[in-house]
């Protein structure tokens, strides 16, 4: 079956750093994509990687190594906001997307 | 800025009803998308439409048809409500040039009593 894996829970504090991980295993594979979802909101698209590298923007990257399917969020200066539902996805051909379960990021002043 | 409507946030409905879920965009992308999202499982895929009167089955259809007649908009509709339908239902909308970036409603939370 297809399946992606993400930790459930990660907690940090306040001007952190932070690393969520992705480890995917599906049938077919045109990226990567990372969406930030808090309580009772929408997700939101955060970034996106086809190739393999990091992807900066802001105080968000994403990583991604095809070869050992697997990808990262990092995210820097953690702030109380970064408090949220992070869910990686893959594009796995065409217009099908699979979503990983989701990791509940805690912030700690 | 793209927008996802959906028709309601929440929903209560009894079993055996037929359930309506409108989703409308106002982007004028071609892709629209409805997923439903448990705890524990992420967002699961049920059906998605790349154009007007064409739809594709997601991962988990059963239980669930959709109607796309005009571009912005696409319903989700539940013929018979039972209670393992009872959950948050996403619609997202997509560029076809950039079609991994989807854009969320707000969702709909259905109980289905």
């Known amino acids: 079956g297809q399946s992606l894996e993400q930790p459930s829970e990660v907690t940090a504090v306040e001007g952190a750093i932070v690393q969520i991980n992705c480890t995917y295993q599906?049938?077919?594979?045109?990226?990567l994509s990372w969406y930030q979802q808090h309580d009772g909101g929408a997700p939101t698209f955060l970034s996106y990687n086809a190739l393999d590298g990091l992807e900066e923007t802001g105080r968000f990257s994403s990583f991604l190594s095809r070869s050992d399917s697997y990808g990262y969020l990092l995210l820097q200066e953690l702030q109380m906001k970064d408090s949220a539902s992070y869910f990686c996805?893959?594009?796995?051909?065409?217009?099908?997307?699979?979503f990983g379960a989701g990791t509940r990021l805690f912030v700690k002043a | 800025d793209v927008k996802v409507t959906q028709s309601s946030r929440y929903l209560v409905k009894r079993t055996g009803e037929k359930v309506f879920l409108e989703c409308v965009q106002d982007?004028?992308?071609?892709?629209m998308f409805w997923y439903r999202q448990d705890p524990g499982l992420g967002l699961r895929l049920i059906y998605f439409?790349?154009?007007?009167?064409?739809?594709e089955k997601g991962d988990i259809p059963e239980g669930y048809s959709v109607s796309r007649e005009k571009k912005e908009r696409f319903s989700l509709i539940l013929e018979s409500a039972s209670t393992n339908q009872t959950s948050m239902y996403l619609c997202?909308?997509?560029?076809?040039?950039?079609?991994?970036?989807?854009?969320f409603g707000p969702g709909t939370r259905l109980t289905v009593l």
């Open positions: 982007m004028d992308h071609e892709n």
């Open positions: 599906t049938s077919g594979f045109y990226g």
């Open positions: 997202a909308s997509s560029l076809t040039t950039d079609r991994d970036t989807q854009y």
């Open positions: 439409s790349y154009d007007v009167k064409m739809k």
């Open positions: 996805a893959v594009n796995t051909g065409g217009f099908k997307t699979i």
